[in-house]
């Protein structure tokens, strides 16, 4: 599964990433002991290269394991120190920021229990709380929620607001009501227009006509109408990275902060809904990686823009949540020969909020000698035991349902202590 | 100067100004053909230049307090709802950009209810938002040129300070008419010094409630110091990032600026909100910050450190270079980031002359347009090019949302981009504006006469030929809103 960051469709972009899933109560237990906690589950679909992410600076094999693709910390662009062993991509100074302030934990050399490296197994396995891949129709934060004894009804005024949307990620399907919302765009300008407009810049503005034929997604329809300005009648490459893939980043951008913001004013509002779920798509950077200042640094700003955009709109409920980033596996630890990284294992998770005892990096770490498979990072934290501690700290469920419906035949997983504050 | 006088005029309204206006006689290229640049800085001369006479607009001080009367109205009302039976729910429209944008506003009680309401127990927070966005935008279709206007919106993105933080959004506007506008042709270090004590700024960048660990506050709670306000004055505000300061100046300013903070309601209701120094919140003590000792003077100490990081060189070069790149270039030529700082220098931050300095350049009149107009600039610019200024403000909050400049709600303290490639990215987004615009103004406006007053003199026959080639006037008007010419400053 490769998703193209140039030209997401808006229309893809609607229907798949940035809609909030959230659960339509306010659970009732949490209130009745005077909190109030907030849990957001945000997905990044396509797996992260937590290596990029957040490099084991401090290990002597890091640098000539990725070579001039290592964040360093003493690089052009450097790498934020976390602790003596780790920084964090330096796209993600909010991030950092957060973490500084006790709000952040990253959990690393983590993954599901999935060790294959298919897109939709993992996310199957990630998503669906089982510890193997198979038909699956429910996931397990919505079965957490089942867990929960709801109480009023969230947001009773906002029928037209939330809607159920026609697909929701596996992650909150299940038998629990769940609201869906979708950040409001304009109806689309007729293709006639478009057309004419791009014509004018083909004449005039080489600079807005590529950005129209970039967006609008438009080198198959040029190729098809015979418009397009090259003697071979081929469309006009896409230009792999470089200012294309910045444009079409900075789009992402944009789209993750809107999205993430809206989910965290309705989780902050009193009478919101309290847990929910997002997916973000593109992460799967097999070519052209660009964790410096590329692709994957311009999707790691998204995010970090997405994480501060939260922050900022949950205002003082921020104090009362988390927000917990994960993704279905990693990637090789290694660089491929084109520049990116292919499917692997381990990887990060990232969890902020105020509720979180953070300024933590949480790993049982491997080292880069001991590489899984002889190529990815070798998994040594399961990313239930970190959804479990959540759930159970933060939530307050019991570890005979987290062990049950929501993590089934996870009796040995045990739930991680001491992330909440 | 060796521009055609029609080009000069139609380069000055797009580059310095807020785009040709049709409603305005002399906001139009006409009016101004014979000197342009003349009418650029007779602009800075106008009375009251920058300024909005509004008697309906809030003080700061009254519009917080009006909206935690509305809040605590708001907590009565629910508390009251629950005691009687539920009522039937209607339609939740949320006119700016759904619920992201705004807080509940009360619903469901017959129009006489609500007035009463609201006279006695204040505004929602979002209505003053509302307000003040309409009446900026009021001033920004109103005026000639427009350029005292783009200086406001040039500083008040520079210190910026966020509406989508629950306290600020009523105070938005109010900070800005307050702490940038009065100061826009004025002196530097009067603004820096308005904005850095502003309610608005100190609940933004998290001062009002940060303690000096040794003030009678700090012992009795054992809370402390957040250097959030005080790292962003010498990052953004003043020195510049990767300047001259370092981690211990930014500690030591946050400790010289703590008790700068807000009158609690409770305490003072009638002053409530308003700038109060809280001499039990202030660190005691000399600080020292990049060298100078300052010795503890109360709220006199942060006043003499802003007063001295206002005439520090190196906020010299950091506010003339934003402002180069700002309206000639992202890259501005050296020279004139120069003379600017030397300007600026030179008048010990008199802003007036700094405008006349960029209006003066040469290098502000080259003829190549290499930079797109922010989101808010364009639209206004829409407007003015046919004249309209829209009983329903709705719809602009609503495109200034989708095209990611939302009025006074920036996603972090360093304000909106300034640069081109930021806002070429929203080119599609733009074009869905430009179509729904259009299709608002329907068939009414004559988008050749559009196109003659405000790009005519710019335009290449292509983009001439495709307005009046259009398929309708509604794709006309577009077309004309989404041409090279009218979207490039």
Redesign the interface.
């Known amino acids: 599964m490769t998703i193209d960051l140039h030209s997401p469709s808006r229309r893809e972009l609607l229907l798949a990433s940035g809609t909030l899933f959230a659960w339509a109560y306010v659970p009732k237990l949490a209130l009745a002991q005077g909190r109030d906690p907030r849990l957001l589950v945000i997905v990044l679909r396509g797996a992260l290269d937590g290596l990029a992410a957040v490099a084991p600076v401090g290990e002597p094999g890091w640098v000539p394991l990725r070579g001039d693709k290592a964040l360093v910390l003493d690089g052009a662009t450097p790498a934020l120190p976390l602790n003596s062993m780790f920084a964090l991509n330096p796209a993600m100074p909010n991030l950092h920021r957060i973490y500084k302030a006790g709000a952040a934990t990253i959990v690393h050399a983590v993954a599901s229990p999935y060790r294959e490296r298919s897109h939709f197994d993992g996310q199957d396995v990630l998503e669906s709380g089982l510890a193997r891949p198979g038909a699956v129709a429910t996931g397990w934060l919505n079965r957490a929620l089942t867990a929960l004894v709801p109480a009023n009804r969230a947001n009773p005024k906002a029928r037209d607001a939330f809607a159920v949307g026609p697909i929701a990620p596996l992650v909150v399907r299940g038998p629990a009501s769940v609201m869906a919302w979708t950040p409001p765009r304009l109806p689309p300008t007729s293709d006639d227009t478009i057309m004419r407009l791009l014509d004018l810049y083909r004449h005039t503005d080489p600079a807005l006509a590529r950005v129209l034929e970039e967006r609008l997604g438009l080198a198959t329809i040029a190729r098809a109408g015979g418009m397009d300005a090259r003697p071979d009648g081929t469309a006009p490459a896409r230009p792999a990275g470089g200012q294309g893939a910045a444009q079409g980043a900075a789009q992402v951008r944009a789209y993750f902060a809107d999205s993430a913001g809206a989910a965290a004013k309705f989780l902050a509002r009193p009478d919101g809904p309290r847990i929910g779920a997002l997916a973000f798509d593109g992460w799967d950077t097999h070519a052209d990686e660009g964790a410096l200042n590329g692709r994957l640094a311009a999707l790691l700003g998204a995010l970090d823009g997405a994480i501060a955009a939260i922050e900022t709109n949950m205002g003082a409920a921020w104090r009362e949540t988390v927000v917990a980033v994960i993704t279905e596996f990693g990637r090789t630890a290694r660089i491929n020969g084109t520049q990116g990284t292919d499917h692997g294992t381990g990887t990060v998770a990232f969890l902020a909020g105020g509720a979180l005892k953070g300024g933590r990096v949480v790993a049982d770490w491997p080292g880069l000698k001991n590489l899984h498979e002889n190529r990815d990072l070798k998994p040594t934290t399961d990313l239930r035991a970190v959804l479990k501690g959540l759930l159970k700290d933060h939530l307050r469920i019991e570890d005979k349902a987290l062990a049950g419906d929501i993590f089934p035949d996870s009796a040995a997983v045990k739930p991680m202590a001491g992330l909440l504050a | 100067m060796a521009l055609d006088g029609k080009v000069a005029a139609a380069l000055a309204l797009h580059r310095f100004g807020l785009g040709p206006s049709l409603g305005s006689r002399s906001g139009a290229i006409a009016a101004i053909e014979s000197d342009p640049r003349g009418a650029v800085l007779a602009g800075l001369d106008r009375p009251n230049a920058g300024r909005i006479v509004n008697a309906e607009l809030l003080s700061s001080g009254e519009a917080a307090r009006s909206a935690i009367a509305f809040q605590q109205a708001q907590r009565e009302m629910r508390r009251e709802a629950r005691k009687t039976t539920p009522k039937p729910?209607d339609?939740?429209q949320?006119p700016a950009?759904?619920?992201?944008a705004a807080?509940?506003a009360p619903?469901n009680r017959g129009p006489a209810a609500k007035s009463d309401m609201r006279a006695a127990a204040g505004i929602a927070p979002q209505q003053i938002y509302l307000t003040e966005a309409k009446a900026r935008f009021t001033a920004a279709l109103d005026a000639d040129i427009g350029f005292v206007e783009r200086l406001t919106w040039f500083w008040s993105n520079h210190f910026c300070i966020?509406a989508?933080?629950?306290q600020v959004r009523p105070l938005a506007g109010a900070y800005e008419r307050e702490a940038i506008r009065p100061h826009v042709l004025g002196r530097f270090a009067d603004m820096l010094m308005a904005v850095e004590c502003h309610p608005a700024m100190l609940i933004y960048l998290d001062n009002a409630r940060s303690i000096g660990p040794n003030s009678a506050a700090g012992q009795n709670r054992g809370r402390g110091l957040n250097e959030n306000l005080a790292r962003e004055i010498l990052e953004l505000h003043t020195l510049g990032v990767r300047t001259v300061y370092r981690q211990d100046d930014v500690t030591s300013f946050a400790k010289i600026i703590t008790g700068w903070s807000t009158v609690p309601p409770v305490q003072d209701p009638a002053r409530g909100g308003e700038f109060m120094f809280n001499p039990r919140m202030h660190e005691p003590g000399t600080q020292i910050v990049i060298g100078k000792s300052y010795a503890d003077g109360g709220y006199d100490q942060g006043r003499r450190v802003l007063a001295d990081l206002a005439r520090h060189p190196a906020t010299a070069k950091h506010v003339a270079y934003k402002l180069a790149r700002h309206f000639v270039a992202d890259d501005p030529a050296l020279a004139l980031v120069e003379r600017l700082t030397k300007r600026f220098r030179d008048t010990e931050g008199d802003l007036k002359e700094m405008a006349k300095a960029l209006v003066m350049a040469p290098e502000s009149w080259e003829p190549s347009r290499g930079k797109l107009k922010r989101p808010g600039e364009w639209i206004v610019g829409t407007l003015r090019a046919v004249g309209v200024n829209p009983p329903d403000i709705a719809p602009v909050m609503?495109a200034h949302?989708?095209l990611?400049e939302p009025l006074w709600r920036p996603?972090?303290p360093n304000g909106f981009a300034d640069d081109d490639?930021?806002w070429?990215?929203?080119?599609?987004?733009r074009?869905?504006?430009?179509?729904?615009f259009a299709r608002r103004l329907g068939g009414t406006h004559d988008p050749n006469a559009a196109f003659e007053a405000t790009i005519a003199p710019l335009a290449?026959a292509?983009?001439r030929q495709?307005i009046a080639r259009?398929?309708s006037r509604q794709?006309a008007l577009?077309?004309l809103f989404?041409?090279?010419e009218f979207?490039r400053r």
Request: avoid cysteine.
């Open positions: 729910t339609q939740n949320d950009g759904g619920m992201a807080p509940p619903r966020s989508d933080k629950g609503q949302n989708l990611g996603p972090a490639a930021t070429l990215d929203g080119l599609s987004q074009l869905d504006v430009a179509n729904q290449s292509e983009t495709t259009a398929e794709q577009a077309l989404m041409a090279p979207q």
